[in-house]
């Protein structure tokens, strides 16, 4: 197994933990906090870390498919949502912080698709 493709697994699965963990510990609390926001990004820079390293596995060539068009919009979905939980944050509507979690599953939702779709053709 190369060093890249062990870098490109244990980014994503790393993604997997932090995006879920900041996810769901925002959905319980029912309110977005700034530690959520610190998981998302770590969560956003561990995907695009293992994204680059899937890439550079692939000898650098875009292959479209399912995976690769969903799993790049689920990284362009996974920034907006770092962005919008960090304005919410900045704003501090009691309403907002309350009702982001419903954007937040959604997102995540989405990020599986490709994640479980990579990982079922990689297995």
């Given at each position: 197994?190369?060093?890249?493709?062990?870098?490109?697994?244990?980014?994503?699965?790393?993604?997997?933990?932090?995006?879920?963990?900041g996810?769901?510990?925002?959905?319980?609390?029912?309110?977005?906090?700034?530690?959520?926001?610190?998981?998302?990004?770590?969560?956003?820079?561990?995907?695009?870390?293992?994204t680059?390293?899937?890439?550079?596995l692939?000898?650098?060539?875009?292959?479209?498919?399912?995976?690769?068009?969903?799993?790049?919009?689920?990284?362009?979905?996974?920034?907006?949502?770092?962005?919008?939980?960090?304005i919410?944050?900045?704003?501090?509507?009691?309403?907002?912080?309350?009702?982001?979690?419903?954007?937040?599953?959604?997102?995540?939702?989405?990020?599986?698709?490709?994640?479980?779709?990579g990982?079922?053709?990689?297995?």
């Amino acid at each position: 197994m190369s060093e890249t493709l062990i870098i490109a697994i244990v980014s994503m699965m790393t993604a997997l933990t932090m995006y879920t963990i900041g996810v769901w510990a925002e959905h319980f609390a029912k309110q977005l906090k700034p530690i959520h926001l610190i998981f998302f990004i770590a969560g956003l820079i561990c995907d695009t870390i293992g994204t680059d390293r899937m890439f550079a596995l692939s000898h650098n060539i875009f292959q479209l498919n399912v995976h690769s068009v969903t799993g790049a919009m689920a990284l362009g979905l996974m920034f907006i949502h770092a962005l919008w939980a960090a304005i919410t944050l900045i704003r501090n509507r009691e309403n907002e912080l309350k009702m982001f979690h419903t954007f937040s599953l959604f997102v995540w939702g989405f990020w599986l698709i490709p994640f479980v779709i990579g990982a079922a053709l990689h297995a």
